[in-house]
T-cell receptor
Framework: AQKVTQAQTEISVVEKEDVTLDCVYE???????LFWYKQPPSGELVFLIR??????QNEISGRYSWNFQKSTSSFNFTITASQVVDSAVYFC????????????FGQGTRLTINP | GAVVSQHPSWVICKSGTSVKIECRSL??????MFWYRQFPKQSLMLMAT?????????EQGVEKDKFLINHASLTLSTLTVTSAHPEDSSFYIC????????????????FGPGTRLTVT
């Protein structure tokens, strides 16, 4: 069965601080994809990253970075030098190549960046 | 590319009436579309998966007679909430995937902007 856990329900930091959002997943699939999405107050999901289970290289995109650790089934997301515009709900998600191929979301982490 | 639209973006209806939400893939053919529901401060929950030209597959606990899904063309899927009640008030999000042009090979779903339904 697939499961994605984001243990941090809410995080609040002051602008310019670094913040890491945790994501732990469970799957029986040997090959799968992991995603991070941002959901601002408008509600529209914004795609941030997709990571193939074969590729454990970490990725950096501007102030965003992702750490994929297959050994611990984690796919954590770090925002460096956070900004007020980063305030949103962030979802981690996973889809397996086998079976029903459904995208399963974590519970989401509400991130608030205070000026 | 890979734009998905939803209409309407918000709707208010009276209890007992039916509401139709449209999901369109604007620049690609969506062989598969998904419908999610999101209650306030909760995650997205998959309601159903629809493949063009066939019946939708509903998730456990989702009433197929209440949430009618039609995926009659490769660019349009509709969700009709029949006899809506206040507990159906939610944010409904669709997504689309195209398995035949390579867009879906990476298992990425393209999400619509969502429709906020309020039933009074």
């Amino acid at each position: 069965a697939q499961k994605v856990t984001q243990a941090q329900t809410e995080i609040s930091v002051v602008e310019k601080e670094d913040v890491t959002l945790d994501c732990v997943y469970e799957t029986r699939d040997t090959t799968y994809y992991l995603f991070w999405y941002k959901q601002p107050p408008s509600g529209e999901l914004v795609f941030l990253i997709r990571r193939n289970s074969f590729d454990e290289q970490n990725e950096i995109s501007g102030r965003y970075s992702w750490n994929f650790q297959k050994s611990t089934s984690s796919f954590n997301f770090t925002i460096t030098a956070s900004q007020v515009v980063d305030s949103a709900v962030y979802f981690c998600a996973q889809v397996g190549f086998q079976g029903a191929q459904k995208l399963v979301f974590g519970q989401g982490t509400r991130l608030t960046i205070n000026p | 590319g890979a734009v998905v639209s939803q209409h309407p973006s918000w709707v208010i209806c009276k209890s007992g009436t039916s509401v139709k939400i449209e999901c369109r893939s604007l620049d690609f053919q969506a062989t598969t579309m998904f419908w999610y529901r999101q209650f306030p401060k909760q995650s997205l929950m998959l309601m159903a998966t629809s493949n063009e030209g066939s019946k939708a597959t509903y998730e456990q606990g989702v009433e197929k007679d209440k949430f009618l899904i039609n995926h009659a063309s490769l660019t349009l899927s509709t969700l009709t909430v029949t006899s809506a009640h206040p507990e159906d008030s939610s944010f409904y999000i669709c997504s689309a995937r195209d398995l035949w042009s390579g867009r879906g090979v990476d298992y990425e779903q393209y999400f619509g902007p969502g429709t906020r339904l309020t039933v009074t």
